[in-house]
């Protein structure tokens, strides 16, 4: 599942910053969590109700509010009023559809990524989008499904000695999009490993069922290629500190993940290039196979052209034809129907024109 999602009719001539979700059709009910915590402390709320987090108070120096399901936008609605985010701001975080950016604003940063989920069960990949809003004391993420992404990275702050419980809210960002990276590997994986199934295939049996294999994989590398391309300007951007709210500390961190980005988009244009290269070899397979039963079929005509002859020569109705009194006319004509056979079959061997 790709994640095609057509655009949204109702949205057209509604004015700026108006909410309308975008993307899979979702009957869910919206998760909201929280989790606070200081370098000594930390605590985790659920909450059943968008009321319950407005109503909360926090002490605590990294305060992380995570929303599972974007499709109520009345939920979004009250979490933007609250976090003072910018109308269009959500309009973006409701809309499945948007190229991974990133966006500076006064009191915040905005960065959109995209999840890339490999199932081994059913063989696939599926894409998911994931906003961000990175304030100074704050995270708040926005995720389609829930889908437990983020709770590796909640495990480790749960840790009383995990260095995250140390750092700001900026190394919790990083945190979070080093987690969205990982999760491209297994794609990656995934991916090069369908690559050398189907070129194993295209050696042994190019059949209609390869390209259609082909075809799909194609189809899947240009979204995988979407989803991360334009994350490498998005890293770039953080790691030169160019926003306040990432502390020089985090930098080098984020220039990790730049370098990870960097050698996953050369990993991919490796693979697009062997996809191409499959349809080449595709078209080559077919036709190899293709001439090898047009020159058995032209050996096989070309052994009957002289017995086709000598079959015809001989069923002329002509009255004084020399062998037609003989008596061992008809054994002595397929007797040399054989010789020419053989002789023509061991010349064509000899020319290496047939194998042995």
């Known amino acids: 599942m790709l994640g095609k999602h057509k655009y949204n009719t109702q949205k057209v001539g509604m004015p700026p910053g108006t909410l309308l979700h975008i993307g899979a059709m979702r009957s869910e009910k919206v998760k909201i969590s929280m989790l606070c915590y200081s370098k000594d402390v930390w605590t985790e709320e ?11 108070k926090s002490t605590a120096d990294v305060n992380w509010v995570h929303i599972s399901g974007i499709h109520v936008v009345d939920v979004i609605e009250k979490i933007g009023n609250k976090f003072n985010i910018h109308p269009l ?6 809309n499945t559809n948007q190229r991974p950016k990133l966006e500076e604003s006064k009191d915040y940063v905005y960065i959109v990524l995209k999840m890339i989920h490999y199932f081994e069960q059913r063989s696939n990949i599926e894409f998911e989008q994931i906003s961000m809003i990175v304030g100074s004391h704050y995270i708040v993420s926005f995720q389609e499904n829930d889908n437990q992404t ?14 995250i419980r140390t750092k700001g809210v900026d190394y919790l960002a990083y945190a979070l999009i080093d987690c969205i990276v990982d999760h491209y590997y297994l794609a990656l994986e995934y991916l ?3 690559i ?4 194993d295939q295209l050696m042994s049996d190019p059949g209609p069922d390869v390209l259609k294999e082909i075809h799909r994989l194609k189809t899947e590398m240009l979204f995988v290629r979407k989803a991360i ?21 985090t930098l080098i961190y984020l220039r990790d993940v730049y370098d990870h980005i960097i050698q996953i988009i050369d990993t ?3 693979y697009r290039d062997m996809v191409t290269g499959m349809f080449d070899i595709y078209i080559s397979s077919v036709s190899y196979k293709l001439n090898e039963v047009m020159k058995v079929l032209t050996i096989i005509a070309t052994i009957f052209i002289p017995l086709t002859f000598i079959v015809g020569l001989y069923g002329m109705n002509f009255k004084y034809m020399p062998e037609l009194e003989w008596e061992w006319g008809y054994p ?10 053989i002789f023509m079959i061991l010349y064509f061997r000899r020319r290496k024109w047939i194998g042995k």
Do not use: C
């Open 89 to 94: 701001i959500l309009e973006d975080i409701v």
């Open 46 to 56: 659920q909450f059943n109700h968008v009321d319950e987090l407005l109503q909360y």
């Open 332 to 341: 002595a004509v397929l007797v040399l129907m054989l010789l020419i056979s």
């Open 229 to 249: 391309w334009p994350l490498r300007e998005i890293i770039n951007a953080l790691s030169r500190g160019d926003s306040a709210l990432f502390n020089h500390d």
């Open 196 to 199: 050398e199934l189907l070129e």
């Open 192 to 194: 090069g490993e369908k």
């Open 268 to 270: 991919i244009e490796m």
């Open 150 to 163: 983020f709770q590796q990275i909640k495990d480790r702050i749960k840790k009383t000695n995990g260095k």
